[in-house]
């Protein structure tokens, strides 16, 4: 690490430090203070528009959903990072591929794929509607697309750390006659907490503010599918300024929040 | 959760690892693989006519075309700005340099429509600023510029963050050595600096691309989505579900995911070779 050795820009690169000041004030905080000042202007009709029914719907759904995608991810990204980088068998090129693929994919084709499996005339439709599920245009198509695009977040942190830290202390585990799961609790578990605290700040922050995907897949209907996200969208349409920018300054705000954490957190 | 057995032995350890494998596995290819696979099952069905006749389609290919053409100047704008902020970053011991690295990081967190919402609450076309520019001849909200500035809010980290791992390694004495040996500012920046860190600069631009083209959220907020103008690729795969027409919109979803996969192996590539810790 070299990083010690910071000198002082002198001559042009001041100028060019100025520049590169000017433009991140330009590019986010102006454009941050132009929405704190809409929503300050006309604050008791945001705190009415915040307050309302859908409004309060839509982001005890965008939480729920965020809980729900937050626990889930844990599940499977310790599991998945666990199998990608201590096992050696041959579906784990395939499965790491998998966890790119969402990285891949804009949100709208995101909602298309699950729309076409779950959607009117879906592939999967014969089985849901024989089992009484609704999946498309219901909370669990708003699940399941958020799972699709957290997917790779935690998985990859922890993967991470896995790499970083080596198996020998599980191995000096399993050798003094620790069973799997014993070593998994008292040896792996501690070790990886850092990854899984990063990956889950980044899975809550992408939830929140997943848009594409439960539009397209939800079909944003108010007090059912609507997520916070969905809401700013359906504001917009109607022309509800309030509304629209009132619930956007709350999900800055959390991004904001999260992303305090993230960066204490990465120290 | 799949729990590994309770009792060590060899064989149960097998079984243990075997359920976690097939647990994953499982998962990934139920919640990722399948809708994927529906998609391009479905972009594909009506047999290469159709597939031809969807993507070529006059609105399809200028939606394609703008959201390539907006990808590369977003991309080329960050590899100039994102590779002389991480330099600063590194380098300069200059004041507020952890709140600038906060900033850079702003856009990861902000949700994507948000990211638009900012845009239209600075300049849409009932603000001042907004009646300015429009006076200006230059209407940044619902129009190309519009999409532009979006692109380059939503992808500013990567560059930076790709840049920022491989300057940190590089010895500054280096540069240094060709300053005082003589070599002008611009040949030390191109002789000695540019080399090893070009690599990470050129992934930082490919992921920048590849976000741009996907990039749905601020887009549908900003740039309102007039067919042949400011219409992307991916808000027209939008309007093609809204208008009943799911197979057209599979076919031009499979355009941007062919691109998407040609850019993952490359991005990947050019992160190795740069010796950068992913991101």
Request: hydrophobic share 60%; aromatic share 6%.
């Amino acid at each position: 690490m070299h990083s010690a050795r910071r000198r002082r820009p002198t001559g042009a690169a001041r100028v060019i430090f100025v520049l590169l000041c000017g433009w991140l004030t330009l590019l986010l905080l102006v454009p941050l203070a132009a929405l704190v000042v809409t929503v300050a202007r006309s604050f008791s009709a945001v705190v009415a528009a915040l307050t309302a029914a859908e409004a309060l719907d839509a982001l005890l759904l965008s939480v729920s959903v965020a809980v729900a995608c937050i626990v889930l991810n844990g599940i499977f990204g310790v599991t998945g990072a666990l199998v990608l980088i201590r096992h050696r068998f041959r579906a784990r090129r395939l499965l790491d591929a998998l966890v790119d693929l969402p990285l891949a994919l804009s949100p709208v084709m995101t909602g298309l794929g699950f729309l076409l499996l779950y959607g009117r005339s879906g592939a999967l439709r014969p089985l849901l509607d024989a089992a009484g599920v609704q999946v498309a245009f219901a909370w669990p198509s708003v699940l399941l697309a958020t799972l699709f695009v957290t997917l790779p977040f935690t998985l990859r942190e922890v993967a991470l750390v896995l790499e970083e830290i080596g198996d020998s202390a599980e191995q000096a585990a399993a050798t003094l006659g620790a069973t799997a799961w014993q070593t998994f609790w008292r040896v792996t578990l501690p070790d990886i907490r850092g990854g899984l605290v990063v990956g889950t700040t980044l899975t809550a922050a992408r939830a929140l503010g997943e848009f594409g995907a439960v539009l397209v897949v939800g079909g944003s209907v108010a007090n059912r599918t609507q997520t916070a996200t969905t809401f700013i969208h359906a504001a917009i349409e109607e022309r509800q300024e309030a509304a629209a920018y009132g619930m956007a300054l709350l999900l800055a705000a959390t991004a904001i929040g999260l992303l305090f954490l993230l960066q204490r957190d990465r120290k | 959760m799949r729990k590994p057995p309770m009792h060590a032995g060899a064989s149960a350890r097998l079984s243990g690892d075997r359920l976690m494998q097939a647990g994953a596995l499982g998962w990934a290819g139920l919640l990722v693989g399948l809708p994927v696979a529906a998609l391009i099952v479905k972009g594909l069905a009506g047999g290469p006519a159709a597939f031809f006749a969807a993507v070529t389609e006059p609105a399809a290919v200028d939606a394609l075309l703008l959201s390539i053409g907006t990808g590369l100047i977003a991309a080329c704008v960050n590899a100039v700005v994102g590779t002389a902020l991480a330099w600063a970053l590194v380098r300069w011991d200059v004041p507020g340099r952890r709140l600038i690295g906060a900033l850079v990081d702003l856009p990861l967190a902000i949700p994507t429509l948000v990211a638009g919402v900012l845009i239209i609450a600075l300049c849409g076309p009932q603000t001042a600023t907004g009646q300015i520019l429009a006076g200006a001849g230059l209407p940044l909200a619902f129009g190309r510029g519009g999409i532009v500035l979006a692109l380059l809010f939503v992808t500013l980290p990567f560059v930076v963050r790709a840049v920022e791992p491989v300057l940190e390694e590089l010895d500054p004495a280096e540069e240094e050595a060709a300053f005082t040996m003589g070599a002008g500012q611009f040949r030390t920046l191109v002789r000695v600096l540019l080399p090893p860190i070009l690599p990470a600069v050129a992934a930082g631009a490919v992921q920048t691309f590849a976000r741009s083209v996907a990039e749905f959220g601020s887009l549908a907020a900003v740039s309102g989505n007039i067919p042949h103008r400011t219409l992307v690729a991916p808000v027209y795969i939008l309007g093609e579900v809204e208008a009943g027409n799911p197979a057209g919109a599979a076919s031009v979803s499979l355009v941007l995911l062919a691109l998407a996969l040609a850019l993952q192996p490359l991005a990947a590539m050019l992160a190795r070779r740069a010796g950068a810790r992913r991101a």
